[in-house]
Each structure stands twice: as structure tokens, then as C-alpha cells.
């Protein structure tokens, strides 16, 4: 009715609309009488039913649903007679059943195999009280299976050789607590030999370690020559064995792909708040009202922006009649679906008298205002926030939005879209600049949609984020380095924390009227007033920096080398990838290094430079105070787990860094293991964008542990040497 009635809702306005005068109509204006003359009989005719039995007058089902044979019911294949135990359904009943018993048999388990461990503890306790009296090389603490200490260097109590036999320089991969537990894992001594074995490799060789590895990331990052990022929301989203996106792609192939819309959204800034009753929240809202937007100004200004856009020019020369759909060929006229459309964009024939009442008529009737293309355009596709009467009638005239929608040709030619993309990119400068004069000129707010608006959005967002993930590097490369140190930042004495504290207790002191003498008759450095504070020696030599910003930089070519390798494997990068990936890495690769460097500190502290001077005594006795261990807790893990009869008290610096990956290496093996294997599954899934970011993290995960149990391990030992050195 609103295209060959008018909108009209009854029928005196339906005969009123079929006999007015107009160019689309009745060439005469025709009054029908809404009341019959007396004289002529009214036509009083029986109405036939459809579903009349006389054949006259039956329909067809599909025209006359009430002739349509009733179908019984068919139950839904789920509604049939259910097993149940009780209230449960027998597959519930099944899992409650069978999760409570293994609930109850790991319980029995546990309780089996901690009986038998106790039991264990007594035999060993027995042994070790025995070894004690027979032998005097045993440590006499009392220990747990202390008779498992070999009385012999190279072979313990079980005439089994020891592992310092197979790896030479008289090193032993177990810890001295260690040595004393009877129960040991083949599987753990079986990593920490062949770790040992690669960290001795990486800390002897630093320099064929560096050149070997960083031959083999260059070769990686070639791929990013084939680097290539999905923007495509279809692509990324959607499976490529998706039925949907085969059906797709078949109806794009046969038909053409849908079209491109470019679309324009024009409101008032002018509007009035309203207050309205909520029930929700029990009392009433305020609820902001646009002015309408439709006036003879902002009518004028309209045709102006519209006359702009035909004019507009790509570098290459294309304007809208070349990238625009015509449904009547290529001579029609572009589909522009607009309220200037219907005054024939042309409003020179209308002033501001008369512009009014033509538009309440053509969204009144739109076959009567046909546009350049011919098609009768609906009030709901140029006008928007339309107010509707107590009567139904809608007041056109008060809208809140005008919307331009240009409808631009798609297609499979990668030319045909690429000019399409030129013009877009156009338009979207025009409007962009359009909106930020059009409040100060118009007071109107313009606001846009156009093909491209989507990808560049994503991308825009991408580019602001490398801020942020270089700021996080950074916060990341500081806190690394300064807690990666020696402790000089928190230590009590000779610490920065201290340092600090002392100069503001003497910095007053220069101001001071007697501050030249007592400065000159103090003794103590520490107690001179000095303009800036005195920094500890120790800050510049036990901080990594350099160790911190080497850990930072290997996260990042872990990155980058998994990018490289999977887009040489033809895998695009999505923009996922791009934010998520950097953060997870790092993350990841921060705990490990962590992990190296505190081990490495506590193999410095059992076998460095200044191990002579702990004279331990076991668990219940005391070690001298010397500069090295006075700021050590006696509760450290580490203070008690000397055995000087068992371990050799100094080890060269590379032994050292391969006794710290043989304790932390199977740690990280595994963790990357299980990572890797996490993320592996993760690509399984058939969406791309899950599967091309599980791939990249696998990849950068995986990379990022190979080069810390690698050339971070060569870099952890110049760094070692770098300390002892210079401390």
C-alpha cells in the first residue's frame, strides 16, 4: 500500500489517492462518493469462501491454507522414552558413577603408595643409623638416606658410577641434598646429563654458539619476503571448508559479488533531554531527543555535499558514474538513494515555501517522486527517527536522520575492485574533512561508512597498539634488568635503597653554617654531605643490563623468526597475531630467564670465587659472617646444601652455567613441550584466524626456549666473567 496506495489505512483515503490528479495516476482529478446515490441499489453479493465446497469457488492449498490436509504431529527424535535412574538420566547417572570411583580410587591409591613410602623411611633410617657407626665418612647429620653418599668420589653405595665419572671436570649433576634422597628419576637424570652436555657445548664455544644460532634466524627471517597480513573478515572468521563460504564463493563466481555501500549519516547537533518513566530501575530517566534535522538550510547544503561527491576524481581519474551499480547498463543512472532523489536532484524548481510539502508527498507516495534510476525509494531508506502520531501517522517532516546511501559494483576482477577501492578512498577523505567543518557550518554531524572503512579501522587499531607493546618491551627491559642484578638494589648495606637514604640525611647538612668544618673533620665518606648521592659500585657491576636487554632482544627475534618461517609456509598474519603474540612470548621467555640467572647465582654462591670462605657445617650449626654470605638469610634454601666431603668447592665458570641448565633444563623442556604441543592442537581448529595465531605462537614459543637454552646460556657466561672480573 505504501507504493500503489499512498500509505493508506482505509478505504476512503485509498479512493482519494487512486483519483487525484497527478503525472503517475488519474489524468483527472475523480471524487468517488463515499455514500451510494438512492437510486442505484447497493451490490449485495454473497462473498465466496475459498474453502467453499462449491468447486466454483475453492482454492488451492498454497492460496487457501484452510483447505490444507492436517498432518499429524511427528515427535522430535529427542522425545521419545528417555532412560532414567531416578531423576537422572542414565548417561548423568553414568558419569557421576564413574567420576566418584576414580575419585575413589585415586584416594586408595594415594594412601597405598604413602603407607609404602613410610615404610621406605624406616628401612632407610635404619641403614643410614648403621652406616654411621660403621663408617666415619658418612656426615654424621642424621639425614634421610644418608647411606647413599658414596664413600668413593667416582662410585656410591650402589657400586654404580657416578655421574661426575661420565661427565668429566669432576662435576656432579645433583645437588648435595640431593644426594642424600634415595629415590631418583631416570627420566629427570636423563635431561640433566644431555643438558649438562649442551650447556658445557654453548659456554666453552660462546662464539660459534652466536654464529651458528643467528645464521640460522637470518635464514628464518628470508620468509618475511612472502610476509603477508589477512584483513578480510570473511577470510578470517570463516573456515574455507565452511558450507556457507563455499556456497558463497559459488553464487559470487555465478552472479557477481554483492555490492559495495557507501553510506552517509546526517543529524542534528540541536536536541532536548527528555525525563521518562523507567520501571526497570524503579524511577524515571533522562532521554536525550535530536532536534529535526530537515530544514531549507540543511536541505541545501545536502544537495551541495551530493554535487561534490559526482565531482570527485581518484588519482586515477575515476568518479562515481564509473564505480557506481546502474541497473539500466552502463548509460543508466547510478543507484543514489537519497531525499534529494526525490526533488530530481535539482532544487532549483523549489524554494522555501514549497520544498516542504513535496517531501511530506514523496515519502507519502514514493511512486510519484521516482529517482534518476527509477525505482520507487521508501521513506525507511533516507529517513531516520521518524516521530509517529497517536493517529499512526508519521510526521516526515521531523525526522531526526537523513541517510545517503551510494550503492558501488563489486567484483571478482582484482582491477574492476581495485578501482572501486580508489574511488572509496576518495570519498573517505572528503567526508573525513566534511565532518569536521560541517558542526561550525551547519551545525549538522556527519558521520560515514564506506567499503574500506572496515580494513583500515582494523589496521588504524594495529598501529596504535605498537606503542603499547613497545612501552610493555621496555617496562619489561627495565624491570629485567634491575632485578636480574646481584640484590645491591635492596641489600642493607651498600644497597641503592640505603645509599639514597644516608644522602637525604646528609644533604641538609650542607646548608648548614658550620658544614665546610664538619665535613672536613669527618672521617667516614658516607657521612659527608655530598650534592648528589653516592651510588654503590655494585649497582654498575652486578646489574645485567646488558644480560636484560639480550633476553629482551631474543624474545623478539623468536617472533619474528616464527613469522618469517610461516609466512614462508604460506601462512598470513592476522592481526591477532600481531597484538597478542609479542605479549605472550614475552611473558613466557621472562620466567625462563628468571629461572637461569637466580640458578646461576646459586651456583656461583656453592662453587664461585668465594666459595672457600663458607665453611658450612650442616643443619644446626652456623657459617662464619664474611662479606660474601653476611647478607644471607639462615633460613635461604641454599645455606644448608653443602656437603664438602661430597662436591667439589670451586668449579670453573662454564661448569657452573652447565650445572645451571642440567637443574633448570628439563623445567623448561618440558613447559615448552607442553606449550608447543598447547597451541599445536590449538591448530586444528578450521577458523583461520585461531589456527594461523595458534601456529605463530607454537612457533614463537618453541624458538624462544631453543635460543635461551642456547645463545642465552653463551651470553649468561661473558656475563659471568664480565662480574668476577670487575668484582
Sequence with gaps: MDLIGGGAKNYPSFLKFLGDEKDLGSPFQINFPLI?????????KVARNCADNDLSSRCTCIDCPDICPIIPPVSPPNEGPACHVGGLSCLSFILIVSYSLAILGFLIGYIIQ????????K??????????????????????????????????????????????????????????????????????????????????????????????????????????????????????????????EFFDEKFGPFYRTEQIFITS??????????????????????????????????????ADIRALRSR???????????????????VVQSVAAWFG??????????????????????V?????????????????????????????LEAEALVITYVVSDSLDPEVQAKAMEWEEVLKGYLTDLAKRSASETGLEITFSTGVSLEEEINKSTNTDVTIVVLSYLAMFFYVSLTLGNGSLSREEDGVISSLVEWAHNFPKLFASNNLASSTLSVDSRTTPRILPRLPRSLFVGSKFTLGLFAIILVILSVSSSVGLFSFLGVKVTLIIAEVIPFLVLAV?????????????????????????????????????????????????????????????????EERVARTLAKIGPSILLSTITETVAFGLGALVPMPAVRNFALYAAGSVFLNATLQVTVFLSALLLDLKRFEVFS
Excluded at 36 to 44: K, T
Excluded at 382 to 390: D, F, R
Excluded at 620 to 630: D, I, L, R, V
Design 36 to 44: 451510494s446515490p438512492m437510486d442505484m441499489p447497493p451490490l449485495d
Design 114 to 121: 604413602l603407607t609404602i613410602r613410610k615404610r621406605r623411611e
Design 123 to 248: 628401612t632407610y633410617e635404619r641403614v643410614a643409623l648403621s652406616a654411621d657407626a660403621a663408617s666415619p665418612r658418612i656426615h654424621t647429620r642424621g639425614l634421610v638416606g644418608a647411606a647413599s653418599l658414596a664413600q668413593n668420589p667416582d662410585e656410591d653405595s650402589l657400586n654404580n658410577q657416578s655421574e661426575s665419572r661420565h661427565l668429566g671436570r669432576g662435576a656432579s649433576l645433583l645437588d648435595p641434598i640431593e644426594t642424600v634422597q634415595p629415590k631418583q628419576y631416570p627420566l629427570n637424570n636423563f635431561l640433566r646429563r644431555n643438558f649438562y652436555k649442551l650447556g658445557l657445548f654453548t659456554a666453552s664455544s660462546p662464539w660459534l654458539t652466536f654464529t651458528i644460532t643467528f645464521l640460522l634466524i637470518g635464514l628464518l627471517n628470508i620468509g618475511w619476503k612472502k610476509f603477508e597480513v589477512e584483513t578480510d573478515p570473511v577470510r578470517l572468521w570463516v573456515a574455507p571448508s565452511s558450507e556457507s563460504k563455499q556456497q558463497k
Design 269 to 306: 547537533l540541536a536536541g532536548d533531554v527528555e525525563t521518562k518513566p523507567n520501571a526497570a530501575i524503579g524511577g524515571p530517566i533522562e532521554v536525550g531527543t535530536r532536534a529535526p534535522v530537515l530544514s531549507w538550510d540543511h536541505l541545501k547544503y545536502l544537495f551541495q555535499v551530493e
Design 316 to 334: 586515477n581519474g575515476h568518479n562515481l558514474r564509473d564505480v557506481c551499480f546502474k541497473p539500466a547498463g552502463p548509460r543508466g543512472a547510478c
Design 345 to 366: 536532484d535539482d532544487i532549483d524548481d523549489y524554494d522555501e515555501d514549497t520544498w516542504a510539502p513535496h517531501l511530506q508527498a514523496c515519502a507519502q507516495s514514493p
Design 368 to 396: 510519484d517522486c521516482l529517482p534518476d534510476f527509477q525505482q520507487p525509494l521508501s521513506p525507511q531508506y533516507v529517513l531516520g527517527g521518524v516521530p509517529v502520531k497517536e493517529s499512526g501517522d508519521k510526521t516526515y
Design 589 to 653: 621467555g621472562v620466567d625462563n630467564v628468571f629461572l637461569l640467572v637466580h640458578e646461576l647465582d646459586r651456583q656461583n654462591f656453592l662453587h664461585g670465587p668465594n666459595a672457600a670462605t663458607q665453611n658450612y657445617q650442616g643443619p644446626g650449626f652456623s657459617a662464619p659472617m664474611s662479606p660474601t654470605n653476611s647478607h644471607r638469610s639462615p633460613f635461604d634454601s641454599t645455606y644448608n646444601e653443602v656437603d664438602a666431603a661430597s662436591m667439589p668447592l670451586y668449579l670453573l665458570p
